[in-house]
């Protein structure tokens, strides 16, 4: 059988709860699939999504790591951003993993829509962009 993300051939391998538990605790604190799964042991993403489409707690659970997981993305954009020796390098790393915190929970770090001032006010509000 071959794991139908990436092509690479593997067997159907037996994973345990612990497994599927700290790929949740993995995927919250930062880790995306890609490296989890080259990690030894661990399974493919065909595995792990098949668990999810079967198991609606786990599914559920992966939603809420998936959400931690842009959070940690951010903080680490955060900090790259204010630890970079380089300020270009500092930037492109910034911009990177605020682009892909946006595609893990759009809601919530995703692009806002076009932002306009009230009229008679400082602040700024979300209103759908319109046609250009």
Partial sequence: MSDLISGTPRADISVSDETFRQILDLIANGKSLRQICAMPGMPNKATIFRRARKDTEFALEYAVAR??????????????????????????????????AGKVAAKKWGAKSHETADEGSDEMKNEPAGPV
């Fill in 67 to 100: 959400d931690m997981q842009a959070d940690a993305i951010a903080d680490d954009a955060l900090y790259e951003a204010t630890h970079a020796t380089d300020y270009y390098l500092g930037r492109l790393a910034f911009d990177a993993r605020r682009w892909y």
